[in-house]
């Protein structure tokens, strides 16, 4: 079956350090990537998006690469802010499975100033 | 415009007792999925309805849980007998496009904020 595996937290960073969070995947068919982030107390939302292999989804500084050939698709940023603490959730949707989408556990990133 | 909301945002019960968590997804959204996420831990899947056809209740740990969609909108997610395991938030998500429109791929879902359940 499907799954995402998003390494371990929390990630712990100074303001304005660079950010990676690994994303790797197993699919049945060929699926849509997603990141969503979840800040304190509120309810999980979409970051950004990738459908298709070698797309490249931004969003507030963030971006991932859909890798097919290395079944992955790693969150960046170039210099995180005290207000990205949060936890940040890879998930994949596979054309060839079910449509319930399929969540990594989270990634909790924490920002110092 | 208004995004998916649920209610109460927090509920506070006693072992054994039933409780009723409600969602309302944003208008026109045929898909819609309840979500429990403990803490520490990612989400686990509960169940998921779209548009009439029946809802697929693979997900629902227990037959003390149960949901119900109205009218292809509000959604109320029910548990019955109420367990301290079962402490967690409850989240609610929509999307728009059933899985067929869109290429086969579930839309991006739209989640609310939650219900936080805590069973003494």
């Known amino acids: 079956g499907d799954s995402v595996t998003q390494m371990e937290g929390p990630v712990t960073l100074s303001e304005e350090a660079f950010l990676t969070i690994n994303c790797t995947y197993t699919?049945?068919?060929?699926?849509?990537l997603f990141w969503y982030v979840q800040y304190p107390g509120e309810g999980l939302q979409l970051l950004l998006k990738?459908?298709?292999?070698?797309d490249k989804g931004s969003n507030k500084g963030f971006e991932a690469t859909y890798r097919k050939e290395t079944t992955s698709f790693h969150l960046e940023k170039g210099s995180v802010q005290v207000s990205d603490s949060a936890v940040y959730f890879c998930?994949?949707?596979?054309?060839?499975?079910?449509?319930?989408?399929?969540f990594g556990r989270g990634t909790s990133l924490i920002v110092h100033p | 415009g208004a995004g998916v909301s649920q209610s109460p945002s927090n509920k506070v019960t006693e072992k054994g007792k039933d409780v009723e968590l409600r969602c309302d997804p944003i208008?026109?959204?045929?898909?819609l999925y309840w979500y429990r996420q403990s803490l520490g831990q990612g989400l686990e899947f509960l169940i998921y309805?779209?548009?009439?056809?029946?809802?697929?209740k693979s997900g629902l740990p227990s037959d003390r849980f149960s949901a119900e969609r109205t009218g292809g909108s509000v959604s109320t997610l029910t548990i019955q007998r109420t367990q301290q395991e079962d402490s967690a938030v409850y989240l609610c998500?929509?999307?728009?496009?059933?899985?067929?429109?869109?290429?086969?791929?579930?839309?991006?879902?739209?989640f609310g904020p939650g219900t936080r359940l805590t069973v003494l």
């Open positions: 998500a929509s999307s728009l496009e059933p899985p067929r429109l869109a290429g086969g791929h579930t839309d991006t879902q739209y």
């Open positions: 699919a049945t068919g060929y699926p849509s």
């Open positions: 990738a459908t298709k292999a070698d």
């Open positions: 998930a994949l949707s596979d054309e060839g499975g079910s449509y319930i989408p399929t």
């Open positions: 208008s026109g959204h045929t898909a």
């Open positions: 309805f779209q548009g009439n056809s029946a809802p697929d």
